[in-house]
C-alpha cells in the first residue's frame, strides 16, 4: 500500500474510532458495559485498523518524525465533531489546532 494511502487511512480510521467511543459511551455510560455498544465495538475496531495502516508509514519514517504525525488526528477529530455533532470549537481552540497542525508540518520538513 502506498505510504501517503496508508497514511491518511490510518488519520481518518483514528478520529472516527474517537468520535465513535465518544458516541458509545455517551449513549451508554463510562461502565463496563459500555464496551457493549455497538458505537464503542466500532470505535475499538476503527483503532484496530487504524494501527494496522499505521505500521507502514511507522516503518518508513524514523519514530521521531511519525508518532507526531498522529497529531492529525486531533485535526480530523474537532472538525468531525463540529460537521457530525454540532460541537464546534472556539476560535481560541482552533487557534491550538493550527498550532498542532503547524508542528506537524515542521516535523515534517
Known amino acids: ?17 474517537h468520535l465513535l467511543v465518544k458516541e458509545g459511551v455517551s449513549r451508554a455510560g463510562s461502565g463496563l458495559w459500555a464496551l457493549l455498544h455497538p458505537a464503542v465495538i466500532a470505535g475499538v475496531t476503527c483503532y484496530f485498523l487504524s494501527m494496522l495502516a499505521w505500521l507502514p508509514f511507522l516503518a518508513s519514517k524514523p519514530v521521531a518524525q511519525a508518532v507526531p504525525v498522529a ?7 474537532a472538525l468531525g465533531a463540529g460537521i457530525l455533532s454540532g460541537q464546534w470549537l472556539t476560535v481560541h481552540q482552533w487557534v491550538g489546532v493550527a498550532l498542532i497542525g503547524g508542528g506537524v508540518w515542521l516535523l515534517g520538513k
Open 1 to 17: 500500500m502506498n505510504i501517503t494511502i496508508s497514511l491518511a487511512l490510518s488519520l481518518v480510521l483514528g478520529a472516527g474510532g
Open 71 to 77: 497529531g492529525i488526528t486531533y485535526m480530523l477529530v
